[in-house]
């Protein structure tokens, strides 16, 4: 694969209700990660990489929300529009983006080429689906490889992934800087399944040296 400087980060839901022990909706070890994602922020930084950050920010009657959740297509409150479970955790946590909500009825686009950090908000799993936006964003940075991480490896990451491959010439996923939810034989056949299609999946390690080789 020949590389190029076109690089996106893609940081998924690495929110305080998936990321902390006590959040709504707290992925399983999900702290074991939260170095990994520290040094992801700082190479962006240092690299002067584009860094997209999605997160879930949802209302009282959202789709994927239910009182009797079955845990596959819905799911307790989490990541309540304006509540502290929807920040980012410290270690991702942008610090000057431009943040586009999946209910804004225009993006000031000038603004967000400009800018090295980008919040897409989302109301359903799929980003794709759950921002009108997202595809509008990605066609205007147009990446060569995007670099994806995050929560949760099985759900929204998967989502993220399938749906970067169709639209982009290659993603890379951050294998230890992803966490997945119980599920039988996770994570790997998710991630089976994306080498599959093509995805590479690197250790942290590789990807830096990749990173710096550029």
């Known amino acids: 694969m020949t590389m190029t400087n076109k690089i996106v980060f893609w940081n998924v839901d690495t929110q ?58 819905t799911f307790p409150e989490h990541c309540m529009m304006d509540t502290p479970g929807a920040e980012f955790i410290d270690e991702t946590k942008p610090e000057n983006p431009v943040i586009v909500n999946w209910d804004d009825d225009e993006v000031d686009w000038e603004k967000l080429i400009l800018s090295r950090e980008i919040v897409i908000r989302k109301d359903l799993f799929d980003v794709f689906a759950g921002n009108v936006w997202t595809d509008e964003i990605l066609k205007r940075l147009d990446p060569d490889l995007v670099v994806v991480y995050g929560v ?50 690197k250790d942290l390690g590789e990807v830096k040296e990749l990173i710096d080789d550029l």
Request: hydrophobic share 40%; proline share 5%.
């Open 16 to 73: 305080k209700d998936f990321m902390e022990p006590d959040g709504a909706l707290h992925v399983p070890k999900a702290e074991e990660i939260r170095g990994a994602l520290s040094q992801l922020t700082k190479l962006a930084k240092e690299k002067h990489i584009t860094t997209v950050s999605t997160a879930d920010w949802h209302v009282d009657d959202s789709k994927e929300l239910s009182i009797e959740p079955d845990m596959t297509e």
């Open 152 to 201: 949760a490896t099985n759900y929204c990451v998967d989502l993220a992934v399938n749906g970067l491959h169709e639209r982009v010439k290659q993603v890379l996923v951050v294998k230890d800087a992803i966490k997945h939810l119980p599920s039988e034989g996770e994570p790997l056949k998710t991630i089976e399944r994306w080498q599959e299609m093509g995805v590479l999946v």
